[in-house]
């Protein structure tokens, strides 16, 4: 499968679960008053009629526990590409600065990239996601403002490997992948923690507040959204380890001297031999 065909796939399926997810925004805010009773309602895997349509159950506030996982994946992926797409573009910006800019440009972006880089990423998400709430007001403001602030803490990874590496572009698939589910660990711990995605709008991480108490007495108001981060996270490097190498590594952008292959004729090859980290 060519390296074309593999974005294309990945694009149709993020547009139609985002489409469907639309579908299901009122219901996972919603409170079903006429078949709460107060508690955690039990999920209803053979006849969802017994309990209101609610095959996963409801929450302790009455909210139906699959709309509110199907839009929680919404915001928490669509905060999670986003952010690699802002980490990406920041990087390859610095990228051209460092390769045509003077020794100064390209020294002030190495030392910028080393210091952002041994920042503590979770404190560092946390206070700019506190100075953001100040400014940006609203749920799309939030998810858009948490993305921004994970690109900006993700990116200096992405320029140093890609200076390691001698090229940017090398195996994208592969580095994207890696980033991205960093980003969904990195924001759903944000989310848990109460600096993130507000409720009552959705995301996996924030649906696993409070927890340990939930776990007692429903135990499918944690397992499913857990189950979700899991699988979306195994699945997304099972792709990662499953693309092969001559789909997932790119030309790219030359940092200076890349690693030549010469042959007998004088020529040179050059393909730069990556190994996976």
Known sequence: MSRSTLYLLAVLL??????????????AVQIDNAHW????SPPCFIDARECGGHVLGMD????DVLARLIVGGRY???VALLALAIEFGIAAALAGVKRHAGRIASAVVLYLADAVGALPRLPLVIVAVLVSHRVLAGAEHTIVGLAAILGLVFWPRTLLVWMQRGAVGQEPLRHAASDLVSIILLGTAVDFLGYGIFPPWPSWGNMLVGAESNFEVAWWVVVFPAACIFVTVIAIDWFRFSVPLDV??????AFGKPKHAHDDTGAHDDA?????P
Do not use: W
């Not at 302790?60 to 909210?63: A, D, I, Q, S, T």
């Open 14 to 27: 993020a547009a139609s679960a985002a489409i469907v997810s639309l579908q299901f925004s009122n219901a």
């Open 37 to 40: 009773t107060g508690t955690p």
């Open 60 to 63: 302790e506030n009455g909210r």
């Open 76 to 78: 928490t992926l669509g």
């Open 248 to 253: 997932a590594r790119g030309r790219g952008i």
């Open 272 to 276: 730069v031999v990556i190994t996976d």
